[in-house]
């Protein structure tokens, strides 16, 4: 992969709102975005991090809110350059490379609209291997890479830098000022040398969702062949089917918190899955207990078209199918589950690895129960 | 006036407390903080904003969050410097004097605590001839002169910049940070250089305090010579007598908001007064009529020993004087009501000059009632 055209950034867009896990916003914008950035100053150059000197400075952009508000408030214009032209200037060097925070949703693709717009090049990696609601979920993190200074914008001119001394506060405060920005913002933090980052990063992230993606469109119009292409890229294992009987979401602190409630049918008929929202998926109970949870990837598609679903995109008879996709190995680590596991997302169970779980099945055929 | 001792540093904290309106926090911990500096660092030096050279750079610093909060918080300690320095690496040029944002409770004398501590002089001068409870409501805002870059930080080594594209948006975002850092953080912006600053500030504000304090002082123990000396040094009226009859005060969005209610004595017996807070008294109601309000000072003294009370001291039961206390001229033109007027704060009422109020009567002795 190097330059990027319309069609790899669809796929990257496409395949990234698997990993997403439901979060990160509707994907398909932030392609909107790079398209239209790639037409203005040409195609986004994508290079491995094996291509940069050590000492070349590194940073993550992203958006950082309740996803429901990226709806209202895309495109985001200038208020990302702005946020890496400030950055550059507190830490008083150019940045050299950009790195996807996330692999899902919006934030994906939007620092290929960046380095368009800056002309550098992104990294193909990511932090996460998933997307994640909170800044300081990433394996910077669990490395030690601070996320501050850390720049916030938003799209009237205003700049916020926080230097904060965990990336806990530095979550904390820059949630707290994208809330007063209109519930989401552009922002830009973990800059750090490619010595620092390289062995941090989760590589090749791009070309995997792309993938993906690649895959999903050459499905498209078949939702079995979909979800069957995405589970054989993912070795996903099919968690539940059934239709949306309960859903409730608010915003709340910056983030889209609630829970889905779903009817088992085919081969759960007569069972009910519980998903705890907060941005992403985070946790999935079948009957009362927990079959999934974070950091493994709870991914939720619409049977009808084998297409996943945004925690935003969910309505009220939607029929699903779940997934789980197991997390990087360095997220079940203790170090890794101290960042991003179900005590730091405020549950009191201990983790257990998806694979491990009685409940996870191989996929069979949707048939008829998805158009029932 | 020049090298503060102890005597004087209590001087201005109790006159600065009498045109806080009942703000900026209990000014006698800004005292403790101010000797303590004093001790360690030596004594404060003040001058006239006359003594710098035109291109001098001089900032306010200040304490920002609810009064309420700021008595769990204190002391301030090294986050006032803390967030010095940030704001001379920010702008890439020292500090060369402080400035007083307000010249009542706190924020009147941590300006000397860091200025000895910093060893730069406090000039003899405040942004607003009073206290105000946000920080966009200066007479700096008047003149146009921006408060970003602003820095906010707390105890912890935490620090926030704030490169806002108006005033307003400074305080929105400098509050929504202190907030998160506790309900009350330490501050500095309102960088300039002497040159754009010089016809914008209230010239010989601490020695006007320190006066009003001195006088103070010397009638202490008889509250009727207290509350006569504050009088004759700044032209008060007399706009109510009574007790707290009802008291309503809450912490909402970094600020204490609230009502008193006073049944009157004495003259006013028969009459209730009304006062509305956020931080400071800003809109005093006599029997449903407003008798005075901000940018003119009201004021709160106990009327048993004759000094001021600030907004979050009052109790049920108190019997008080209330006076009021006309503003620096700058605020009644239309651009200062625009920055400090009722509209600002949220009322529809137009403002009307304190002395034009019928209800403003020339002071009494207090009298029997108070001990009533």
Redesign the interface.
Known sequence: MNRLDATALRDIARGSSVLAGGGGGDPFRGTLSAIEMTRQYGPPKVITIGELPDDAIVACPFIIGAPLAFLEKFPFGDELAVAAR?LERVIGAPIAALLPAEIGGINSTLPLALGARMNIPVIDADTMGRAYPEMDMTLLNVEGIPAAPTVVADE??????????SNV?TE??AR??S??FGAAAAGIGYSATVARLRHAVIEGSLSNVRAIGRAMREAAGDPERVIASITELTDAVELFRGKIVDLNREIVDGFVRGTVLLDGAGPDAGSRMAIDIQNEYLVARRDGSVVASAPDIVTVMDAASGLPLTTESLRYGYRLVVLGIACNERWRTEAGLAVGGPARLGYDFPYVPLEQHATARARGPIGAWSTA
Chains 1, 2 share one sequence.
């Open positions: 400030e009237h001119g205003n700049r916020v830098v926080v230097h904060a001394t506060w904390t405060l707290t000022v809330v007063k």
